[in-house]
């Protein structure tokens, strides 16, 4: 069965310091791999996505994630965190021959202090 | 450029009430979604569907209904509110399963008493 792992719920880290957002998964199948950012009262918003290729995936805001498909994980970093990047990540999986579902994990508070 | 837009943003019902959520999408998507986030367990899927006259169960689906009679619009129904259906609900859309990104609206906050 499919489902998806962040296994950090909050991370606190200071400004201009690096951060990482652990996302693992688990599929029998091939997988797309999504990560959104929610702000406050906002609905969630597109950050970055893996579909194939290159392993190594940049988004917006300087956020870039890898896909390891040996460890099934899908790890988002930034090497320098802003304040304004306080917000919730949410790592999402669609399988390749699934039905219309994506999968959402629990989701991560970064919480960048000054 | 709206997107997804969802109506009401707050509400606030008793026990046993019925209403109606309302999400619009003008991006021609086929997909449409509903979705509950309470905190720590991220976004539970209610119910999709995947083209207009259709729709099916997700994750959660006991005590809501839908339609999508508008390609549109996807509408979610509460029939009998009960405190455990306190929750924000997100309505998204995507123009295909799986490899495009879901478009999400900005929520409806609702409180059952």
């Known amino acids: 069965a499919q489902s998806v792992t962040q296994l950090d719920s909050q991370v606190p880290v200071f400004e201009e310091a690096p951060v990482e957002l652990r996302c693992n998964y688990s599929?029998?199948?091939?997988?797309?791999l999504f990560w959104y950012v929610q702000y406050p009262n906002q609905g969630l918003q597109l950050l970055l996505k893996?579909?194939?290729?290159?392993?190594l995936v940049k988004g917006i805001n300087g956020f870039e994630a890898e896909f390891n498909k040996s460890q099934t994980s899908f790890h988002l970093r930034k090497p320098s965190v802003h304040i304004s990047d306080t917000a919730e990540y949410f790592c999402?999986?669609?399988?390749?021959?699934?039905?219309?579902?994506?999968?959402f994990g629990a989701g991560t508070r970064l919480f960048v202090k000054a | 450029n709206a997107g997804v837009t969802q109506t009401p943003k707050f509400r606030v019902l008793k026990t046993g009430q019925s209403m109606t959520l309302l999400c619009a999408q003008d991006?021609?998507?086929?997909?449409m979604y509903w979705y509950r986030q309470d905190p720590g367990m991220g976004l539970r899927l209610i119910h999709y569907?995947?083209?207009?006259?259709?729709?099916a169960k997700g994750e959660v689906p006991d005590g809501y209904n839908v339609s999508r009679l508008k390609k549109q619009n996807f509408l979610l129904g509460l029939e009998s509110a009960a405190p455990s259906q306190t929750s924000v609900y997100f309505c998204?859309?995507?123009?295909?399963?799986?490899?495009?990104?879901?478009?999400f609206g900005d929520g409806t906050r609702l409180s059952i008493l």
């Open positions: 998204a859309s995507t123009r295909d399963r799986g490899t495009q990104p879901q478009h």
């Open positions: 599929s029998s199948v091939s997988v797309y």
């Open positions: 893996y579909l194939s290729g290159s392993t």
């Open positions: 999402a999986v669609s399988e390749e021959d699934g039905g219309f579902k994506t999968i």
């Open positions: 991006m021609n998507h086929e997909y």
């Open positions: 569907s995947v083209g207009e006259g259709t729709t």
